[in-house]
C-alpha cells in the first residue's frame, strides 16, 4: 500500500490560486489604437487569438508541476506486507579454548583428518549462523582470555573472526577461570534477559588467575548459566620409534572440573569425541536453548517522492523550453 507521511502538504495545492485571488495584477503596458484600415492590423488581430489559445498548454503544465511537486512534500513511501522477526532475547558468549592441545589431529570432518580447532570452527560456525535473534560474542583463551567479538547481532562477523583464530593466538595453556570471569564481566545484570556461555576446551586449568570453580560461583551469582563441552578423542594411534602405538589424546582434559562449572550455574556437561558427537552437542544446545520466543513484525518501506519529483522538475523543464521559443519569436515577429 502507498501512505503519505505529511498528508497536511496537499494543504498547499491552492496556495497558487490564493496568491492570484490575493495578490494585485501585474501592471501591462497600453498601446495606442490607429484606426488604419490596413490588413495588417487584422492579421495581428488574428495572431494575438492564436496566441492567447497557444498559452493554455503552458498554463496545464504548470498546474501538473505544481501537483507533482505538491506529491512529492507529502513524502509517498509505499510500505510492503509484515515480515515477521525472530528474537528470543538472549545473550549467548562463546569461550574457545586456542592453547598448543587444540592442535592435535584426532577428528575426520568431511572424510579428512583435521584438528580439534578446525572442527570446532566448521561447527560452532554453523551454530552461530542458526542462533537467529541471538546477541552472540566472541572469546578465545589460552593463557590468557581476550573478548574477541562483544555481543552482536552481526552473525557473519562472529563467525569470520571465529575462522580466523589459529593456535596459540592467546598462549599455550590453558586459563578457564579467566574466560569465565570475563564472561561474568562482559555480561550484564539484566534479568529479562537470558545469558547462557558455551565454554570449548580440550584441557584442564593451567593458567590464569581466577580459579574455575570460583569463577563459576560469581557466574551463578549473576544467573549466567554455563554449558561445558570437552573436546578430544578417547584414543588414537601415533607412529613412534616403537612402531604405531594407541595412545589417549585427551588424558588432561579435567571433566571432573568442567561438570562442577556447568553443575554450579545450572547448566550441562558435554563430551565431544569426534565431529558427529560435536555436532551433536550444538543441536542439543539449539533444543535447550530454543531460539525464537517471540515474534516482532517489520514492515519494508521505500520512498517514492522522486519519482512525483522528477516529474515536477521534468515539466519545469518543458516550460522553460516553451517560454525560450515564445521569446524567440516575438524577437523575430
Same mark, same amino acid.
Given at each position: ?79 510492503? *506486507? ?20 587444540? *592442535? ?7 572424510? &579428512? ?16 549462523? &542458526?542462533?537467529?535473534?541471538? &546477541? ?9 582470555? #581476550? ?7 552481526? &552473525? ?6 571465529? #575462522? ?104 550441562? #556437561? ?34 517514492? #517522492? ?28
Amino acid at each position: 500500500m502507498i501512505q503519505f507521511e505529511w498528508l497536511w502538504a496537499f494543504a498547499l495545492l491552492p496556495l497558487p490560486l490564493l496568491l492570484r485571488l490575493l495578490l494585485p495584477a501585474a501592471k501591462t503596458q497600453q498601446e495606442a489604437a490607429l484606426n488604419v484600415p490596413f490588413i495588417e492590423d487584422f492579421q495581428a488581430v488574428s495572431s494575438q487569438s492564436t496566441s492567447i489559445s497557444q498559452q493554455r498548454w503552458p498554463l496545464l503544465l504548470a498546474i501538473l508541476a505544481w501537483c507533482c511537486l505538491i506529491i512529492a512534500a507529502a513524502r509517498p513511501q509505499w510500505i510492503g *506486507d509484515p515480515i515477521e522477526l525472530p528474537t528470543s532475547g538472549r545473550d549467548l558468549m562463546l569461550a574457545v579454548d586456542l592453547s598448543g592441545s587444540m *592442535d592435535t589431529a584426532d577428528f575426520k570432518l568431511s572424510g &579428512r583428518v583435521v584438528n580439534r580447532l578446525h572442527a570446532t570452527q566448521a561447527i560452532a560456525g554453523e551454530f552461530i549462523e &542458526r542462533r537467529v535473534g541471538d &546477541r552472540i560474542g566472541l572469546i578465545l583463551f589460552g593463557e590468557q582470555a #581476550y573478548l574477541q567479538t562483544p555481543l552482536t547481532f552481526d &552473525r557473519d562477523t562472529v563467525r569470520i573472526l571465529l #575462522y580466523e583464530a589459529v593456535i596459540g593466538l592467546a598462549g599455550q595453556a590453558t586459563a578457564i577461570g579467566d574466560a569465565i570471569g570475563l564472561m561474568v564481566k562482559r555480561l550484564g545484570d539484566d534479568e529479562n534477559v537470558d545469558q547462557v556461555m558455551i565454554l570449548l576446551t580440550d584441557g584442564a586449568n593451567t593458567a590464569g588467575e581466577v580459579a574455575p570453580i570460583k569463577a563459576a560461583e560469581l557466574a551463578a551469582e549473576k544467573g549466567l548459566k554455563i554449558y561445558t563441552i570437552g573436546i578430544g578423542a578417547d584414543e588414537m594411534i601415533v607412529q613412534s620409534l616403537f612402531g604405531r602405538q594407541r595412545v589417549n589424546p585427551s588424558a588432561d582434559l579435567d571433566e571432573k572440573t568442567l561438570s562442577a562449572i556447568a553443575e554450579t550455574t545450572g547448566g550441562k #556437561y558435554f563430551r565431544a569425541r569426534d565431529a558427529d558427537e560435536l555436532m551433536k552437542i550444538y543441536d542439543l544446545i539449539d533444543q535447550l536453548e530454543p531460539i525464537e520466543q517471540e515474534q516482532q513484525l517489520f514492515r519494508p518501506m521505500k520512498a517514492l #517522492y522522486v519519482y512525483p519529483l522528477a516529474a515536477a522538475l521534468l515539466l519545469a523543464a518543458v516550460l522553460l523550453l516553451i517560454q525560450s521559443l515564445n521569446g524567440m519569436r516575438r524577437q523575430h515577429g
